[in-house]
């Protein structure tokens, strides 16, 4: 099946900085999602973005289908967007659901 | 609208017993999916559905079974619970396959002994 790998793995922030979080896929995607698991577990879909550049306030996400890969941008980071980051993708062949990876794990100090 | 609601959000067991996690979302989903999450990892999926009647086999589906009665409702049966399954449960839905983001209810955290 299709393997999606995130880096890093674990990320150390102080409170306005910028960051960068990386997925790539093994295979081409009709479907991919960035998602936050916050401190208490719960999971918020930030984007669905198998494609191109979305932006939603702070957070930014680009996916470059024909490089396999999508970028998550996350500006004037605050304590509240720690958590775990997990990008999930979904190939053209296969089954018909999401493959997630392992996730980048977000502390951001005050 | 409540989104996805799961039922129980704690649950202990002992090996052998079965137990049922329930999944209902008022969005009028079509899609609806059951994953696990081990301390630390990503999410796996078990099984998931495409509409009432419409199951499939996800990722790690050994020791699980679903049903797909209601387009509201997709209950996850464990029938001979194991150590392995100690995990945390979640149940997701979509109204499409595409162009549209799926929505987690808040999980089951289950352990088994």
């Known amino acids: 099946g299709i393997q999606v790998e995130q880096s890093p793995p674990d990320l150390i922030l102080q409170e306005g900085a910028n960051s960068t979080l990386r997925c790539n896929f093994s295979?081409?995607?009709?479907?991919l999602q960035w998602f936050h698991q916050n401190p208490w577990g719960q999971l918020i879909n930030l984007f669905y973005i198998p494609s191109g550049t979305k932006q939603n306030g702070r957070l930014s996400a680009t996916t470059v289908a024909t490089e396999r890969y999508s970028l998550l941008y996350i500006s004037s980071s605050q304590t509240t967007d720690s958590g775990v980051y997990f990008c999930?993708?979904?190939?053209?062949?296969?089954?018909?659901?999401?493959?997630f990876g392992s996730g980048t794990r977000l502390q951001v100090q005050p | 609208n409540a989104g996805v609601t799961q039922t129980p959000k704690f649950r202990i067991l002992k090996i052998g017993q079965s137990m049922t996690l329930q999944c209902t979302q008022d969005?009028?989903?079509?899609?609806m999916y059951w994953y696990r999450q081990d301390p630390g990892m990503g999410l796996k999926l078990i099984y998931y559905?495409?509409?009432?009647?419409?199951?499939d086999k996800g990722e790690v589906p050994n020791g699980y079974n679903v049903s797909r009665s209601t387009t509201e409702d997709f209950p996850l049966r464990l029938e001979l619970a194991a150590p392995s399954q100690t995990s945390v449960y979640f149940c997701?839905?979509?109204?499409?396959?595409?162009?549209?983001?799926?929505?987690f209810g808040d999980g089951t955290r289950l352990s088994i002994l």
């Open positions: 969005m009028n989903h079509n899609y």
């Open positions: 999930a993708v979904e190939g053209n062949t296969g089954r018909r659901a999401l493959t």
């Open positions: 997701a839905s979509s109204y499409d396959r595409y162009n549209q983001p799926q929505h």
């Open positions: 295979d081409s995607v009709n479907n």
């Open positions: 559905s495409v509409g009432a009647g419409i199951t």
